[in-house]
């Protein structure tokens, strides 16, 4: 049986825009991203509790730094069945439910990752599509052989992997970003998704990737990542039967997000430039 659990992080210190002095400028739609990030995160355990028996904690020191361990991951049925437990945290506005983000928002978010412990499985940043918003939409980091891509939900495919040559490292730090913009949510001006990745010293790029148009009957608008999806990080630990030495930590740290006008990455308002913070 799949138990649901939310648990509420909170900082007041930390702040995804960067002030900068300039001129005034507006330019394009100005209809704003949620304000999800600067005050909070909600944490959801066991979405997949195929090992209801595990030990689960998890820290909330957000935007510092959030964890999520799983422990004992044997098995359940008495350590003789399943394969992983699922845990996700999601960008809040109220510090209590995770925060939506329509079709024609623009934003961005990054995360340093270190993904330890005896065990296996997979981690990283989400952005995840109202059908499935605890789950799918993944820039997923897997330990068992270092693949770094994004997949699943609306997302455009993507290996890092496959591009560059690169296998992440159990123990290492790795930076994750996504880069959303709506642009012009058509078939001529798509929204596009910027995965990004900070590995070892060096930086790496998916490029701005199209979205294609999905299906406009559904009543979630097209052409990008649709209303009402959710963005945050997300815990997969393998389980390993009847190994109660069994252990995945995955920790997000300088957890950096930032709203941006419809189709802009840069808005001049008020003398103050907002531009969003990358590591």
């Known amino acids: 049986m799949m138990t ?14 960067v002030l900068v002095a300039g001129l005034m400028i ?39 730094s959030i964890f999520i361990q799983d422990a004992v991951l044997d098995g359940g049925n008495g350590g003789t069945t399943g394969f992983a437990n699922l845990h996700n945290w999601r960008f809040s506005e109220n510090d209590f439910t995770a925060a939506l983000f329509n079709n024609a928002d623009s934003y961005s978010y990054s995360s340093d990752l270190v993904i330890s412990g005896a065990g296996n499985g997979e981690a990283g940043l989400s952005l995840s599509p109202w059908w499935s918003q605890d789950v799918d939409g993944r820039l997923n980091v897997r330990s068992t052989d270092g693949e770094i891509a994004a997949f699943g939900g609306r997302l455009p495919f993507f290996s890092f992997t496959g591009s560059f040559g690169i296998n992440y490292a159990k123990g290492d730090t790795i930076n994750l970003g996504v880069d959303y913009k709506a642009n012009g949510l058509s078939l001529l001006d798509p929204a596009t998704v910027e995965y990004l990745v900070s590995y070892n010293g060096t930086d790496y790029t998916s490029g701005p990737l199209n979205f294609d148009e999905g299906n406009p009957a559904e009543g ?36 950096a997000y930032a709203p941006e006008p419809a189709s802009l990455s840069l808005l001049v308002l008020g003398g103050l430039a907002m531009v969003r913070r990358r590591r």
Do not use: H
């Open 4 to 17: 649901n659990n939310y648990r509420r992080c909170y900082s007041g210190a930390g702040q995804a825009l």
């Open 26 to 64: 507006i330019v394009g739609q100005v209809a704003a991203a949620p304000i999800a990030g600067s005050e909070s995160a909600v944490i959801k355990t066991r979405i997949f509790n195929d090992d209801p028996d595990s030990t689960v904690t998890f820290g909330d020191s957000y935007p510092a």
């Open 220 to 255: 979630f608008g097209s052409w990008g990542a649709l209303d009402s999806a959710q963005a945050g990080g997300y815990m997969q630990a393998f389980i390993d039967i009847g190994n109660p030495s069994n252990l995945l930590r995955a920790e997000w740290g300088s957890i």
